[in-house]
């Protein structure tokens, strides 16, 4: 039978393959439906209000039914939607439709995250970037797939109907072996708590997770750009600069969770924030474009254990007595750094408008290295809670 981590780490997978598939096909779908960009970004926009939408109201979803639930309802959602996509026959209905796939994509993430908390408190150790690497390689195979349909010239429609077959018959390989919701007693239930809003913890780690989406958005919107811009090289090959950002988001992931575990959160957070932001700066200022590959490069391995250890850390934040709970407080911080995805690739127009592009990297950069003086502030603020906690008992 497939264990809980073998199950989880494969509904990471599905949810980095369903953006995978629609992601590379928006020119097609463009194309389809003679979108102009302008139109065409709002109606992609629908995709991030209903990701925003879904964290939060998952916590309270999956604290009631489960995590094991959620997940199989947002990604069957996933499935009856994603089709739709391929087959909208105008832009309005498109960003109906996106709507609705973020809504799935939003929902799956929290459970996903809740899922992987608990299969960490089991284990007694740290293993959330590994499952975040299930993400990113899930993203990887998808986007390699997206684009062999679109070089034997699939409609997207096709295309996404084939996808959802794999990804069905994934979910139920897997299936079995998602972990099922703890029972709770009666004093875990009546147990007051504190609302995420009000507990500084939460919102330095929201702040981790916020400025690691940042960059992250940055650089997978105007990474090329930049290139062409700054370097003067071609689309072709400016492309490949995000490129080179996933895979080293993806290999390092899969050594995140020893480096956390051998380190601690706090220090590898740190690390990572520091290597991130040198990354992106040497990316906008160093005007030798192998350079810029390297220094997104950093930027992917820096990055690559920010925003799992921020969720891990939160639901650790929120657990009870009985091992149980961290549904909300994973919800909150994911709600806020989806704000990051939604906001940061205008930000990062505007500031390129009354600047340059290679000024908005830099600040870019340094919101990245931000992440280190917000984790050494949410290790602190934690070690005062637990203390605080001790003392009322």
């Known amino acids: ?90 832009v309005l209905a498109l960003g109906f439709v996106m709507f609705g796939l973020g809504f799935s994509v939003g ?28 993400f990113s390689f899930g993203g990887l195979i998808a986007s390699a797939a997206a684009g062999l349909a679109a070089a034997h010239s ?32 009666e004093e875990t239930h009546a147990k007051s708590r504190v609302a995420p809003i009000r507990r500084p913890v939460l919102w330095l780690l929201a702040a981790i997770a916020l400025c690691s989406a940042i960059a992250e958005g940055a650089s997978s919107d105007w990474s090329a750009l930049l290139l062409v811009t700054v370097q003067h090289i071609d689309q072709g090959a400016a492309a490949l600069a995000f490129t080179g950002f996933s895979l080293t988001m993806a290999v390092t992931r899969l050594g995140g969770a020893w480096v956390q575990n051998r380190f601690g959160p706090a220090r590898t957070l740190a690390a990572g924030a520091i290597l991130a932001g040198v990354g992106l700066v040497v990316a906008a200022v160093v005007p030798v474009a192998a350079f810029a590959y390297a220094g997104f490069g950093l930027a992917g391995a820096g990055l690559a254990a920010s925003f799992p250890i921020a969720l891990s850390l939160a639901g650790a934040a929120g657990k009870r007595d009985d091992d149980s709970g961290g549904e909300r407080e994973i919800a909150f911080v994911t709600t806020i750094a989806y704000s990051g995805f939604l906001a940061g690739p205008p930000v990062v127009g ?36 637990v203390t605080a906690a001790g003392n009322v008992r």
């Not at 989880?8 to 102009?36: D, K, M, Q, T």
């Open 1 to 90: 039978m497939i264990g809980d981590r073998v199950a989880v780490f494969v509904v990471f997978g599905i949810n980095g393959a369903v953006y995978g598939s629609w992601a590379p096909r928006v020119p097609a779908l463009a194309e389809r439906l003679h979108a102009a960009p302008g139109s065409l970004g709002l109606a992609l926009l629908g995709s991030s209000i209903g990701m925003v939408l879904a964290a939060s109201m998952s916590g309270r979803f999956v604290e009631r039914f489960g995590a094991r639930t959620a997940m199989v309802a947002a990604t069957l959602l996933s499935c009856v939607v994603l089709p739709f996509v391929g087959a909208a026959s105008s």
């Open 107 to 134: 929902a799956l993430d929290v459970s996903m995250n809740i899922g992987a908390v608990g299969v960490e408190r089991r284990a007694g150790r740290a293993l959330m970037p590994l499952f975040h690497a299930g």
């Open 154 to 185: 699939w409609s997207p429609f096709r295309h996404f109907l084939v996808a959802v077959v794999v990804i069905l018959v994934a979910l139920l390989v897997v299936l079995p072996g998602l972990p099922r919701a703890a029972p709770r007693t």
């Open 350 to 385: 505007g500031v390129a408008q009354l600047t340059s592009l290679s000024v908005s990297f830099v600040v870019v950069g340094l919101l990245a290295a931000l992440i280190a003086p917000a984790a050494v502030a949410a290790g602190r603020a934690r070690h005062r809670e």
